[in-house]
């Protein structure tokens, strides 16, 4: 019997993809100018898009790693969910970062004139490993070959930490702006990957009532995960906070008081941290509220991209730039376009209707028969 369909979902997924095509269709007509991006602030919603669903894309390397080098088996149902989710989250940032440099053949640059002493091109590379190696795991588990899957598993472990260290150390290396650089960095983006990686997948098994027992015992580990990012994240704030730096203390005080305060305090601290170490230590026996918990986790992720990529660029490089010269281009201000906003909604609605669909599609990767429909 095939798995039923949330047609709400899928509703709200189909919006999604319409304002993907309209986001798309405005990339090939107006490349970056459809954006609101400038010389002082390059990187926007394309790049928090890129970053959040690169997170949520780690779920797969931390169930391998559990089942395979931990000897956690009890999660063994969840390998073939957490690599559909890596797969289509994998998508969704590839598109989103496509978006981003306004022409999608310039991603092929990176292949056609490579440079081995950028961590960009390093990034590119593991990202296509990662992509690769998740599409072959989980031919895998459709195929039911447990020896492959075995296999793909341990490869995953590795790739994916390369992946995700990569993109920490790309921006501790931006030494232009000091919030971004330092040698926590990498640690923290690996952290944050694994804590929202985890945490999709958990809400994901519940969702889908694919093993509610793996459910519950994986949100202990999304628990002591967020304990090590909130950690890690004050060593970084404290670090950057005692550096004395000029550009990195109005940063910091930009990420705290400024117009975009809201993501980091509401959003990412409130919702994404605080309340989630409130509820995960009371998820015993009730997978419904380790899920919640953790769909509280992924939305509070999105905060914490934002606060991390925007309020970094929206402090001058140099004292007086910003009066030096005036332009609608020269602004250290930004708010994403119409396009822009299509877009983070298009890749969000994919997500979604890969999410909702995925029981339906594919079957096979969705482990054990899923569980009756009780409340627990």
Not at 175 to 182: A, I, K, N, P, V
Not at 215 to 243: C, D, H, K, P
Not at 308 to 313: E, G, K, L, R, S
Request: hydrophobic share 55%.
């Amino acid at each position: 019997m095939k798995a039923s369909v949330n047609k709400p979902l899928l509703y709200l997924s189909c919006i999604g993809l319409a304002a993907l095509a309209y986001g798309v269709v405005d990339v090939i007509i107006h490349r970056a100018g459809g954006t609101n991006l400038g010389s002082y602030v390059p990187w926007g919603m394309g790049v928090v898009m890129y970053l959040l669903f690169v997170g949520f894309s780690a779920g797969g390397l931390l169930v391998s790693a559990l089942t395979e080098l931990f000897g956690y088996r009890q999660l063994k149902p969840l390998g073939g969910l957490a690599t559909y989710a890596a797969l289509v989250a994998e998508v969704c940032a590839g598109i989103a970062i496509a978006s981003d440099l306004g022409r999608y053949e310039r991603m092929f640059n990176f292949v056609l004139s490579p440079s081995l002493t950028s961590p960009m091109f390093w990034m590119f590379v593991f990202f296509g490993g990662v992509l690769v190696v998740s599409l072959l795991k989980a031919l895998a588990f459709a195929r039911g070959d447990e020896g492959q899957a075995v296999l793909w598993s341990w490869v995953t472990i590795p790739v994916g930490l390369c992946f995700y260290f990569t993109n920490g150390f790309f921006f501790s290396v931006l030494t232009g702006h000091g919030l971004w650089s330092g040698p926590v960095v990498p640690l923290l983006f690996v952290a944050a990957a694994l804590v929202c990686g985890v945490a999709l997948v958990c809400s994901l098994a519940w969702w889908s009532r694919t093993d509610w027992d793996a459910a519950v015992l994986l949100s202990g580990v999304v628990l002591r995960l967020l304990v090590v990012f909130a950690i890690l994240e004050g060593v970084w704030l404290w670090i950057n906070w005692q550096g004395g730096r000029v550009e990195t203390t109005a940063a910091l005080a930009n990420l705290a008081a400024g117009p975009g305060a809201w993501a980091f305090w509401g959003l990412h601290v409130v919702a994404g941290v605080v309340l989630p170490l409130i509820l995960l230590p009371q998820c015993r026996n009730n997978p419904a509220l380790a899920a919640w918990a953790c769909l509280f986790i992924l939305a509070g992720f999105a905060g914490a991209r934002w606060a991390f990529v925007v309020p970094a660029q929206s402090v001058a490089m140099l004292p007086g730039l910003e009066t030096a010269w005036q332009h609608p281009r020269l602004l250290l201000t930004y708010l994403p376009s119409l396009a822009e906003w299509c877009m983070a909604a298009g890749v969000s609605g994919l997500a979604l209707f890969g999410f909702v669909m995925g029981p339906r599609l594919f079957p096979g990767l969705y482990g054990t028969t899923p569980q009756p429909s009780q409340a627990r």
